[in-house]
């Protein structure tokens, strides 16, 4: 057989399970998660705007 061929007689033989149990799927409610989240910044905002101007002046420069 050379590249690119196949043997017919094994595309016949294909059997294809297309029955699904409850057991197969993805179980969502298993890692759900209850809770808050809370976040503490230190830094103002113009202290922040000042370091993504930084960022975004670094980005322009490397491309």
Excluded at 21 to 26: I, K, P, R, T, W
Aim: no cysteine; glycine share 6%; net charge negative.
């Amino acid at each position: 057989m050379g590249f690119g061929s196949y043997d017919e007689s094994e595309q016949d033989n294909q059997e294809y399970d297309t029955e699904f149990d409850d057991e197969d799927g993805l179980d969502a409610e298993e890692n759900a998660h209850e809770g808050d989240v809370e976040y503490e910044f230190t830094a103002s905002n113009d202290e922040l705007l000042d370091r993504l101007k930084d960022i975004k002046e670094d980005e322009s420069q490397n491309t």
